[in-house]
């Protein structure tokens, strides 16, 4: 066999690869991450502010802030600059609704090409299918727990 | 005729004619350090389609039809066109040549592939079977993310073992007569498979074997590297260069002096946030034209060109199978 004749075996190699690879600087990501979703979250507690000056009641509040968040996000993503801001910001700017908000759009804006239905609608939640399905059966789950250990 | 050389090797006596050499690129590779060397720079990789995969359509008709120009042949006297390329069932190369209405040979070595081009036409053209083949390769960043990882707008980031898709295509072609640099042998590469699973390690993934198919290359023409003025690899990136570099070593062979890769040449990684550096059909292929011309003035005599390949589809690398590594090698030579 071709590859016993490089290296000794599968695990002599990864050990190569493991020192050959550089890893994330995690440390600059970190900061990163919190300057960008720091900046997120400030918006979002403007928006907050400025509403409830505005009369809003808590609940209504909270709902208008998120539609305007994910609107401003699918808004960026569709101009080019929110996987600019995400290249920066990494978890900073995928953790927020933001964040959710740019992995729906993105797929419906590449898979619009191939059609309304089988492209857009059919691909639109391949990045966020497994948030939202993994996310739906988290919540039955907690509930569950909720009712009986209330 | 085409010699059989030791066990995976041909050598051709007289050589194969490298009669010109085309590239196309696009934006990112236009503000790379090897823009000088790229015959015609596209500023929007969209190129005025309306999808990613029509665009690299016209990157290989404008690719093919440059290196025709520029050997002063109209298409009508290429024989055979050998293309490859990256999407689905390489329909970039199948929807960019149907035009020229020349037979066609589709070629898939993931990012081998001009290699792999460029040792069948050189066969071609030995044996007898034509006068005149184009061999083209292409890729493009925004097809290749969207098949591959994610849609080019999602906002994430990318691992620094990662490397980045050219954007762009390169044609050459061979004929059987004429003075430029000649293929004088090629090596043609085994699939080696070390359980690499990371599809954001190609590079660890193809360096055994850049590797395997350099030894075998070695013994076959009793070659060592100071044979060479320089040894390109395709698109195995820094972290695939230290790998292939280490080993050897581990076989006393020292490539460092006479080894490039193209994947690190294209870009600068640096100033153009590509990681690991350049990979893709393209890369390789538009790298190319910056080594035929160095060997056109003079500066290189005798190179092996080694363009690398990853062999994997998503579902492949979904189900967890090993990303298998291919590598073929063409050896250039100025005078014969």
């Not at chain 1, 190699?13 to 400030?42: M, Q, R, T």
């Not at chain 2, 023409?221 to 070593?249: C, M, W």
């Not at chain 2, 020292?254 to 946030?273: A, E, N, P, T, V």
């Not at chain 2, 492949?316 to 005078?335: D, K, P, Y």
Request: charge should be neutral.
């Amino acid at each position: 066999m071709a590859k016993r004749e490089i290296v000794k075996s599968d695990k002599d190699y990864d050990k190569l690869v493991k020192e050959a690879s550089p890893n994330s600087p995690i440390v600059k990501n970190c900061i990163k991450a919190f300057i960008g979703g720091g900046i997120i979250c400030c918006i979002g507690q403007f928006l907050m502010n400025v509403l409830s000056s505005y009369g809003l009641v808590t609940e209504e509040r909270n709902m208008a802030v998120s539609v305007i968040l994910i609107g401003i996000a699918s808004l960026l993503t569709g101009l080019g600059w929110y996987s600019k801001i995400g290249r920066f910001a990494g978890a900073g700017s995928v953790v927020p609704i933001t964040g959710f908000s740019n992995s729906v759009t993105a797929p419906a804006i590449e898979f619009k090409k191939e059609g309304f239905v089988m492209g857009l609608g059919a691909k639109i939640f391949t990045v966020a299918g497994p948030v939202i399905l993994y996310g739906t059966l988290t919540s039955i789950f907690v509930g569950i727990v909720y009712y009986f250990v209330r | 005729m085409a010699l059989k050389v030791g066990l995976t090797s041909l050598k051709f006596e007289n050589g194969v004619n490298i009669k010109s050499v085309s590239s196309v690129a696009g934006t990112k590779e236009g503000e790379g350090p090897l823009k000088e060397y790229i015959d015609i720079l596209v500023n929007d990789n969209l190129y005025g389609q309306k999808t990613w995969e029509k665009a690299e359509t016209e990157f290989v008709k404008k690719a093919v039809e440059t290196a025709a120009q520029k050997a002063a042949l109209s298409l009508n006297n290429i024989d055979y066109i050998l293309a490859g390329d990256l999407q689905n069932q390489s329909a970039a190369s199948c929807f960019g040549v149907k035009d020229f209405k020349r037979p066609f040979f589709g070629l898939f070595g993931a990012c081998s592939t001009f290699g792999e081009g460029l040792s069948l036409g050189a066969v071609l053209i030995d044996s007898g079977c034509g006068k005149n083949v184009m061999c083209e390769a292409s890729s493009h960043f925004s097809a290749a993310e969207a098949q591959f990882r994610f849609p080019p707008e999602l906002g994430n980031q990318r691992p620094q073992t990662s490397t980045w898709t050219v954007t762009g295509a390169g044609a050459a072609v061979l004929s059987d007569e004429g003075s430029e640099p000649k293929i004088t042998g090629i090596t043609t590469g085994k699939i080696v498979d070390l359980g690499i699973t990371d599809a954001n390690n190609m590079g660890a993934a193809m360096a055994p074997a850049a590797a395997d198919v350099l030894l075998n290359h070695f013994k076959d023409f009793s070659a060592a590297p100071e044979s060479y003025d320089r040894i390109f690899t395709g698109d195995l990136g820094s972290v695939g260069s230290k790998l292939l570099i280490e080993l050897l070593r581990e076989k006393g062979y020292d490539i460092q002096k006479q080894h490039r890769d193209c994947g690190m040449l294209i870009y600068d990684s640096d100033k153009q946030d590509t990681h690991a550096g350049g990979s893709g059909c393209a890369c390789s292929a538009i790298t190319f034209s910056m080594i035929y011309k160095r060997l056109l003035t003079g500066e290189y005599n005798k190179i092996l060109f080694m363009p690398t390949g990853a062999l994997m589809n998503p579902s492949s690398v979904a189900q967890g199978e090993s990303i298998l590594g291919i590598c073929h090698i063409v050896m250039i030579e100025r005078q014969v």
